[in-house]
């Protein structure tokens, strides 16, 4: 495996080109009232008790296969980006055979999602976006070397979900603060070390502390998800969404993809997720070297249907997965 490739493991490139959005007109004084539009409004393709998804690192190599698969299956989608402009071209490239035109149509005048545009990482824009949302999505990665990118993410996460869960607890209410975080990780870093060796060997797992972009990819990815253990151990009391680490093998990326499963529910999946917190488990997992993308993001769809927002928890936890290819 060449250096290039190896670089790519489980890092997703999150750099849009930032658009200015369009100045809009003041009305002018005294204006005559506008004629009725006679085109009706498009039907919602959302389920009124469909999830609400706030995604980060939506138009990255990942991100953008779980969007495709997030709007097949009629989630809600609060998208953080740079642009909403790329946003829809790339959702229309995802999805094939449509314009960004008709994916506004279809999906944003709708309202079953949105972009809601910032640079970075802000927070107030995380609590506009996560209020009363489900799942807060984070396929953010490595863009260059030596900006961490997934760590700022993780703080603004949990610096907005902290800011949320306070507004429930002085306004009374119950449904403000996001229900859980999913990160997208990779196996070897951390605890992961052992089930990184079993599934690339010790050669890639040299590589991941040699080679400096690797190295530094892996240190952000380590840092962020070591923010969210440290935050469990501080903060549990006082915090309520929960944490899920979903560590994937080294991603790939297959021409003519088959996104059976993307668009359904409950379907067969391609991946293994295996609990870190299961000893046994992890020791007889049937690991994969790489995963495809759209796999990864099945398996996050599906994270996000199975998780049960009904319940009460009195305290924040940490899960971490491992996520592999299933061997056919």
Known sequence: MSAEEAAAVATDAVAEDAVPAAAIPAAAEQAAPAAA???????????????????????????KWFLKGAVLRGYNLRIIARS????????????????????????????????????????SKLVEAGRGADTIASFVGLIQRG???????CEAV???????????????ATDLCPKQFLLMSTIGVNDGVQIGRKAWGRFVMCCTGCLPTMKSGFGD???GEMRLMDYQSSRGKNFKTQLNIVRCSILKDTKDYVNAGLDTIGGASAYELVDFGDAD?????KTSFDIDRWIVAQAFLD??????????????????????????
């Not at 539009?37 to 991100?63: C, E, H, K, M, R």
């Not at 900006?147 to 993410?153: E, G, K, R, T, Y």
């Not at 949990?158 to 009374?172: R, T, V």
């Not at 488990?281 to 997992?285: D, N, S, T």
């Open 281 to 285: 488990a992890l020791k007889m997992a």
């Open 37 to 63: 539009d006679p085109t009706p409004a498009p039907a919602t393709t959302s389920s009124p008790n469909a999830p609400t998804i706030v995604v980060l690192g939506g138009t990255g190599q990942t991100g």
């Open 84 to 123: 909403a402009k790329k946003t829809k071209v790339v959702l229309a490239e995802v999805l094939g055979n449509i314009t960004a035109e008709v994916v506004e149509t279809k999906y944003f005048k709708t309202g079953q999602c949105t972009v809601i545009e910032t640079d970075g990482f802000a927070v």
């Open 221 to 223: 990815l380590k840092q």
């Open 303 to 328: 994270l996000v249907n199975a998780f049960d927002k009904r319940l009460e928890r009195s305290a924040v936890e940490v899960k971490k997965y491992a996520c592999f290819a299933k061997k056919v």
């Open 158 to 172: 949990l610096e907005a979900c902290e800011k949320l869960y306070m507004e429930e607890q002085e306004s009374g």
């Open 147 to 153: 900006v961490n990118v997934v760590l700022p993410a």
